[in-house]
């Protein structure tokens, strides 16, 4: 019995030790494999397939980091996380990198000793109802049942906003996205609260999608990105970089297409830096040159991993919107390469 | 054999400590105990440091923050502006509601069922074992879902409520709707409130609740006195006095009163805008996890009070048999009161079993204290460590008290051994 209860302590200590940190790179190298931090489930942004494969627009940040260090898309070990484990999968050195549809938030990036690398999505609170309720409107929902993922601002912005309005309503929590739309399609709740996006998303996967409809008020601002742990800046720089490189990639319009020849031909000095023909960038952060060029040979460009995952050719059909580029008049602009 | 000189000790060696017996299992558990204490003080200190690695520290200033989020089930008043404090109290009397109300239907369910399996009846013992064998051998967890879904699947959402075509109607005189999410149930009214006594920190309780409690209980004490003399006279002469009328004048008419004083009638729920209001809203989450808890300690508690009564000899029940006794007084007379010593200490166990069982709440959307401080609030403020830590304790003390009160329990019925 005492041996059992030491061995027990022994093996709980062991599990909790070889968390030390530092250097995410080298681990993420020696591994030969990057722990990616996703959605259980969220059609376009993460979900696995019939086969296995996960894909989705979140999944596309994973596959091109993946690319960047290890120089292979496909090394990559999805951890599914919900909105309550998320968080404490990254801090306690579960996954290297968070690609999680997780909203940009000063607590969450100060006190929760996360870093957040960049907006890959910006985003915004809605509400999703039935068509037959006869709801066009946010403010209509005095009294109503609403289903709320959990550990997620949404959670607050809701309890806000129905204080803000002074209106009553009647929370059911929900763990997941696939319980919010069980709860969501059996009639427990009226409406059902994510972010406009993840609506969007939930309602492509309905067997009747032209009965639901998603209200015009958007109640929150929700910047989506990736993020890494607070402490390790070199590895935030590396994914953070990435992003933009994306990002940057359909700017100068290198997509993965026109990549190979672009690399050669290209005589634009801002291409040549991020394909790395000239100046070697990618030192600078522990990598080879031409680790941009992998990373948009991954899935493409920003525009071509919106577009396949949830742009307005898809199921999901969401508008660029914000989340076009600056010079079309949205919020995505990459920091300068050089 | 007391002069003859004992041999002379032989000098210690290093060696003894292995090989003589008499040191020998001193010698495991010093070492025992030195590991066990390394390994104690390796997991603080590695959570020390890697804390400090994260740059997290310990503290528990976050239960004073804001919680901004709300609750669905409030036994006492809270807002989305209260503490994290406040919410963990919400959330902790949750889990008191689910497992009182849990430990006393498993109890009544599990004394029933232990007595009818050991029923004469072939069909009815049978049908209890089938009981007894499908809730625990099954786990809790699939229980309280599967409960939950028929909640929600198959009752109608309050919308078929409405209109003149309703596809469902009320029951109980049009007092109690069933809907998939919670069962809308009458809720007390008065027309002569008295107002209610302020416990500060916006804890309310109602004159007319309290003028009750007393009522009824000090009804019981007057009704337990007149009980024991009725029992002396009885003793005294042979002839029992009458008692229900001095009964009925010391708690049915003063209650009677209580009503029409502060004019205490039903008001039905009804169904405005999404939802039934006006009544109360028992939520499916809670319905389904009480269900749940109760049917599966149930089948536990039902082995144990099967067994605590074969546990009594056989004699026993032949000789109150004997004296005349029925099946049914000799079962409340003779056995269970022997048997209640085999049951109590085990039964204990149940109740700390089902108190943690009610963990699982969040299964089924019930902000217990797993819900509010070991979900949303450890997930919004980030501070895991804490949040786990207070919660283990709080646990802890609820299983200790929950011990302490069933061993004095158990030490008054207990059978007086002279």
């Keep these: 019995m005492r041996k059992t209860v030491f061995l027990g302590t022994v093996a709980a200590a062991s599990m909790v030790a070889g968390i030390g940190m530092a250097d995410t790179l080298a681990d993420v190298k020696a591994r030969g494999e990057l722990n990616c931090g996703v959605n259980t489930g969220l059609a376009g942004f993460a979900a696995p397939d019939a086969n296995g494969n996960w894909t989705g627009f979140d999944v596309a940040i994973c596959k091109a980091v993946a690319a960047a260090v290890l120089g292979d898309p496909s090394k990559v070990k999805y951890v599914p996380t919900t909105g309550q484990t998320r968080f404490t999968a990254l801090s306690s050195g579960e996954v290297d990198v968070l690609a999680r549809n997780s909203t940009w938030t000063f607590s969450r990036d100060t006190d929760l000793r996360l870093d957040f690398v960049g907006v890959n999505y910006y985003d915004g609170q809605g509400f999703m109802v039935r068509k037959d309720l006869g709801v066009t409107s946010a403010k209509e929902l005095e009294g109503a049942t609403i289903c709320i993922q959990t550990g997620t601002t949404t959670e607050l912005n809701l309890a806000d906003y129905f204080r803000a309005n002074n209106m009553n309503y009647q929370p059911v929590n929900i763990d997941s996205n696939a319980e919010g739309e069980q709860q969501y399609m059996a009639g427990a709740c009226d409406a059902y609260t994510t972010d406009a996006s993840g609506l969007a998303a939930t309602r492509a996967a309905f067997a009747d999608p032209e009965n639901h409809i998603i209200l015009p008020e958007i109640i929150s601002k929700e910047p989506l990105g990736p993020a890494v742990r607070h402490g390790d800046s070199n590895w935030g720089d590396i994914v953070r970089w990435t992003l933009y490189a994306l990002i940057a990639a359909e700017e100068y319009g290198i997509t993965s297409k026109n990549i190979e020849e672009l690399a050669k031909s290209s005589q634009n000095p801002e291409v040549q830096r991020l394909l790395g023909t000239t100046d070697n960038l990618g030192a600078m952060i522990g990598l080879d040159a031409e680790w941009a060029k992998r990373a948009i040979l991954a899935s493409g460009n920003y525009g071509e991993i919106f577009a396949a995952n949830i742009g307005e050719q898809t199921p999901i059909g969401l508008a660029r919107g914000l989340n076009a580029q600056w010079t079309q008049g949205g919020l995505m602009y990459a920091m300068p390469f050089r | ?418």
Excluded at chain 2, 187 to 204: F, K
Excluded at chain 2, 400 to 415: C, H
């Design chain 2, 1 to 418: 054999m007391a002069d003859v000189s004992a041999p002379a000790e032989p000098p210690f060696r290093l060696s003894m400590l292995i090989y003589d017996r008499r040191y020998r299992s001193m010698t495991f558990q010093v070492i025992v105990f030195i590991l066990v204490m390394a390994a104690a003080w390796w997991l603080v200190n590695n959570t020390i440091r890697n804390l400090a690695v994260l740059g997290k520290d310990f503290n528990f200033g976050f239960l004073f923050q804001r919680a901004g989020y709300d609750i669905p089930q409030t036994p006492i008043p809270y807002t989305s502006d209260d503490t994290h404090l406040r919410a963990t109290i919400v959330g902790l009397l949750n889990t008191l509601i689910v497992s009182i109300l849990g430990c006393i239907a498993a109890t009544v369910l599990g004394v029933a069922v232990g007595v009818a399996r050991l029923s004469n009846n072939w069909l009815f013992a049978r049908l209890m074992t089938v009981f007894v064998e499908a809730f625990r051998n099954m786990p809790l967890l699939l229980w309280i879902l599967i409960i939950y879904a028929i909640f929600t699947e198959i009752l109608p959402p309050p919308n078929a409520y409405r209109g003149e075509d309703a596809t469902a109607s009320m029951i109980f005189f049009d007092n109690v709707a069933l809907t998939n999410r919670y069962t809308a149930i009458p809720t007390l009214a008065m027309t002569n409130d008295p107002g209610s006594l302020d416990l500060g920190a916006r804890i309310t309780f109602n004159w007319a609740t309290i003028a009750f409690v007393v009522v009824l209980v000090g009804g019981w004490f007057v009704r337990r006195a007149i009980l024991a003399w009725a029992q002396r006279v009885q003793d005294a002469t042979g002839l029992r006095p009458r008692t229900w009328v001095m009964n009925l004048a010391v708690m049915t008419v003063p209650s009677l009163f209580l009503i029409f004083w502060f004019g205490l009638h039903l008001e039905a729920p009804e169904l405005r805008g999404f939802n039934f209001t006006g009544g109360i809203n028992v939520q499916n989450g809670l319905v389904a996890l009480w269900l749940a808890l109760t049917l599966y300690t149930a089948a536990f508690i039902a082995e144990i009070v099967r067994a605590g009564i074969l546990a009594v000899s056989k004699g026993q029940t032949e000789a109150a048999f004997a004296l005349g006794l029925r099946p049914r007084r000799t079962m409340k007379l003779v056995i269970l009161p022997q048997a209640l010593r085999v049951i109590i200490p085990p039964l204990i166990s149940q109740y700390l079993n089902l108190t943690k069982n009610s963990s699982l709440a969040i299964a089924v959307g019930y902000m217990d204290l797993r819900g509010t401080l070991g979900g949303t609030t450890l997930n919004q403020t980030g501070r895991e460590l804490e949040a786990i830590v207070l919660m283990m304790a709080i646990y802890w003390a609820l299983s200790m008290i929950i011990s302490a009160g069933m061993n004095i329990f158990n030490a008054r019925v207990k059978l007086k051994e002279r």
